[in-house]
C-alpha cells in the first residue's frame, strides 16, 4: 500500500463528501460512496478480500437464519440493548447458535452490540422487517443461490456459449426442470410468492417513474381518449406494485390502468396488493403466446422484462405487441438499466449474472437496446436517464 496512493484516495473522499454535503443530490452521495469504497479496497490487503469476498454467501445465510428466528422484529423495536437469551428465546434456539449468527450480523452492519452478546437495531435490522426486503433475501438465498453454485459446471456443459435458452438456463440444469424460471415459479406457490416480494422490494429506493420521467407533458398532453380508454398497460407488471405506485402520484390521469402478468401471478397478485379499489384491471397474459389484448393505449410499460430474455425472445414480444400498438400515439416505455460502454456498477453486473442463471436474460447498452428495437420494428425515441441510478427508461414506437 503507497501511503502517497491512500493520501490521495483519502482526498477524493474528502472532496467528493464536501460536494455531497454543500449539493446533496444522488449522484453527489454515489459519487461519494464509490470514493469511500476506492479507499477502503486500497486499504485491504488481497488475500483478505479474496477471501471475504469468497465468505460472503455466509452473510446471507445468517440474514435468512435470523429472519427464521424472527430476531430482526423484535430488535427493531428496541430501545435498550437485547440480550442474546431474549433472542434466543423467540424461536427458541441455542443461545450459542444465535449467538454465532449475531456475531456475523453485526461485523456486517445488521445489529450493533455495545455490551457482550447484547443487540441494538440497526437501519438494516429495522429494514428486514419489510415485508419486500424479506423477499428480496429469501426469493435470492433459496431460488438463485443453488443455479449460481452450478454456473461453472453449466457453462462448461454449453461450451461457454453465452445462455440464450430460457429452458436451459443455469436454473434449469441445477433443478433439472424443463419450463422457463416463471412457469417454475407459477408451480411453486411459495417461491412464487418470495419472487413477488423480491420484485417489490428491487425497486428499493429508487425513484419511481412517475417521481421523475415528464408523465404530465409527455404522457397525458396528448392521450386525449379519455377516461374508457386505455392509457398505461403494465406488461409483466408482478402484483401491480408500479400501477398502484403511478395511481397514487397521478392521481387525474385520465384513462384505464390495466395490469398485465401470467394468470397464476396475477391471482397470487390479488391475495398482496388490492388493485380492484384502486381501479386498476388485471388480466392474465401470456407475451409470447398471444397477441396484446389491449389494443390503443398511450402507453405500454415494461419494467425488468427485456433483460429476462435474449433477443429473439424479446422480438417476439415486441412481434405480438405491435398490432395493438397506435401509430404516432402509443409509445413503449422499458424502464431498464442502461449499461455504460465501460465501468458499470457492481449492481448492474450483479443483476446482469442473475437474470443470465435465472432466465437466460441480459443486461443491455444503449447500443444493444437500439439494434434490438430497430430489429423488431420499433424505433428508440429517447433514452431517458436519471442523475445517480443506473435504470433509465427507454422510449420507443412504432418505426
Ligand atoms: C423480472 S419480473 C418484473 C416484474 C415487474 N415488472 C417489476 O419490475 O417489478 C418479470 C415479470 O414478467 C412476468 N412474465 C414472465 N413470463 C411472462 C409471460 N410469458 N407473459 C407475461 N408475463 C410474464 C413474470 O411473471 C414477472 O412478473
Not at 187 to 215: C, K
Not at 321 to 343: C, F, H, Q, T
Amino acid at each position: 500500500m503507497d501511503p502517497k496512493a491512500i493520501q490521495k484516495l483519502l482526498e477524493d473522499v474528502q472532496t467528493s463528501l464536501n460536494t455531497y454535503q454543500s449539493n446533496p443530490t444522488e449522484t453527489s452521495r454515489v459519487e461519494a460512496q464509490e470514493k469511500a469504497l476506492n479507499l477502503s479496497r486500497a486499504l485491504e490487503r488481497p488475500r483478505d478480500a479474496i477471501l471475504k469476498i469468497s465468505y460472503s454467501p455466509t452473510i446471507v445465510m445468517a440474514i435468512k437464519v435470523a429472519h427464521d428466528l424472527n430476531v430482526f422484529p423484535t430488535l427493531a423495536k428496541a430501545t435498550s440493548p437485547v440480550p442474546l437469551n431474549d433472542l434466543a428465546a423467540l424461536k427458541p434456539a441455542d443461545p450459542l447458535l444465535v449467538e454465532r449468527m449475531m456475531r456475523l450480523l453485526v461485523a456486517n452492519g445488521f445489529a450493533e452490540e455495545p455490551f457482550p452478546c447484547e443487540y441494538l437495531p440497526t437501519a438494516l435490522s429495522k429494514e428486514m422487517t419489510q415485508r419486500t426486503s424479506i423477499g428480496v433475501v429469501e426469493s435470492i438465498f433459496l431460488e438463485f443461490f443453488p443455479a449460481i453454485q452450478k454456473v461453472p459446471e453449466y457453462l462448461e456443459v454449453i461450451g461457454y456459449k453465452n445462455p440464450e435458452d430460457p429452458l436451459f438456463a443455469a436454473l434449469q440444469y441445477a433443478n433439472n426442470i424443463k419450463q422457463d424460471g416463471f412457469a417454475w415459479l407459477c408451480e411453486n406457490p411459495a417461491a412464487l410468492s418470495r419472487f413477488n416480494a423480491f420484485m417489490e422490494g428491487q425497486r428499493a429506493d429508487r425513484a419511481h417513474w412517475a417521481d421523475w420521467f415528464p408523465i404530465k407533458d409527455h404522457i397525458l398532453t396528448g392521450a386525449h381518449k379519455g377516461a374508457d380508454a386505455p392509457l398505461l398497460v403494465d406488461i409483466g407488471g408482478g402484483r401491480g406494485h408500479d400501477l398502484l405506485g403511478f395511481k397514487q402520484r397521478v392521481p387525474e390521469a385520465q384513462g384505464k390502468l390495466v395490469l398485465e402478468d401470467l394468470p397464476k401471478v396475477i391471482e397470487e397478485g390479488r391475495t398482496a396488493l388490492d388493485l380492484e379499489s384502486e381501479g386498476i384491471e388485471s388480466v392474465g397474459y401470456d407475451f409470447f403466446a398471444e397477441e396484446q389484448p389491449v389494443k390503443g393505449s398511450r402507453v405500454y410499460y415494461f419494467r425488468n422484462i427485456f433483460h429476462d430474455w435474449s433477443d429473439d425472445k424479446a422480438r417476439l414480444i415486441i412481434k405480438n405487441l405491435i398490432p395493438a400498438m397506435e401509430r404516432g400515439y402509443s409509445k413503449v416505455l422499458m424502464e431498464e438499466y442502461i449499461l455504460p460502454d465501460k465501468n458499470a456498477r457492481s449492481l448492474e453486473g450483479m443483476t446482469d449474472i442473475a437474470v443470465m442463471v435465472f432466465c437466460s436474460g441480459l443486461e443491455r447498452t444503449r447500443q444493444r437496446f437500439t439494434n434490438l428495437l430497430e430489429s423488431a420494428g420499433l424505433k428508440v425515441n429517447k433514452f431517458w436517464t436519471r442523475e445517480g441510478d443506473g435504470q433509465g427508461i427507454i422510449e420507443a414506437e412504432l418505426a
